[in-house]
T-cell receptor
Framework: NAGVTQTPKFRILKIGQSMTLQCAQDMNHNYMYWYRQDPGMGLKLIYYSVGAGITDKGEVPNGYNVSRSTTEDFPLRLELAAPSQTSVYFC????????????FGAGTRLSVL | AQTVTQSQPEMSVQEAETVTLSCTYDTSESDYYLFWYKQPPSRQMILVIRQEAYKQQNATENRFSVNFQKAAKSFSLKISDSQLGDAAMYFCAYRTPNAGGTSYGKLTFGQGTILTVHP
């Protein structure tokens, strides 16, 4: 029972580099989310998707892009990394909205130096 | 927009004792869901308990229970018989029932409360 799998677990980037954070879920969930967690803070929504081919911006989308070509995968792309993107990134999924539980991955710790 | 406030940055409790973590929220909606998530040092977000706003009965999961006061917009978490494994950051979160508009089923999180359990 893998649930939500995120890779990599840790990454250090130089300013201006790009990378893709991978997220995969095996629960056939329609809804997927990307959050970021800054030190000592709660999580904030970056992007979300309600199904394959459908994505939209959350609260803090600047500097990121996403795609959702399959139900299982929801990668997050960072273009031109900046120190402000140093954070822990969480991917989550749920069957739908409302009371349905969001299941989280283990997170990716990203440092931009 | 909904906001969630956890006014206790840190709390501590002795093993086997009871501790209560506070959470207040602001919303104009009448139907919504509230959650408590636990984040241990491993960073994994783990659901502790869920409350549906239309249910007056407080949710309970083993040693974890909530005190849901809808009129006061308060949602506190009580941990009974605290164990060393309960030490973690605890987040209160709000979620609307609808996926449309600007809600999109996202969770709105509080700032978190760090719980320390002393042996």
């Amino acid at each position: 029972n893998a649930g939500v799998t995120q890779t990599p677990k840790f990454r250090i980037l130089k300013i201006g580099q790009s990378m893709t954070l991978q997220c995969a879920q095996d629960m056939n969930h329609n809804y997927m989310y990307w959050y970021r967690q800054d030190p000592g803070m709660g999580l904030k929504l970056i992007y979300y998707s309600v199904g394959a081919g459908i994505t939209d911006k959350g609260e803090v989308p600047n500097g990121y892009n996403v795609s959702r070509s399959t139900t299982e995968d929801f990668p997050l792309r960072l273009e031109l990394a900046a120190p402000s993107q140093t954070s822990v990134y969480f991917c989550a999924s749920s069957w739908s909205a409302g009371g349905n539980i969001q299941y989280f991955g283990a997170g990716t710790r990203l440092s931009v130096l | 927009a909904q906001t969630v406030t956890q006014s206790q940055p840190e709390m501590s409790v002795q093993e086997a004792e009871t501790v209560t973590l506070s959470c207040t929220y602001d919303t104009s909606e009448s139907d919504y869901y509230l959650f408590w998530y636990k984040q241990p040092p491993s960073r994994q977000m783990i659901l502790v308990i869920r409350q549906e706003a239309y249910k007056q009965q407080n949710a309970t999961e083993n040693r974890f229970s909530v005190n849901f006061q809808k009129a006061a917009k308060s949602f506190s978490l009580k941990i009974s018989d605290s164990q060393l494994g309960d030490a973690a950051m605890y987040f209160c979160a709000y979620r609307t029932p609808n996926a449309g508009g600007t809600s999109y089923g996202k969770l709105t999180f509080g700032q978190g409360t760090i719980l320390t359990v002393h042996p």
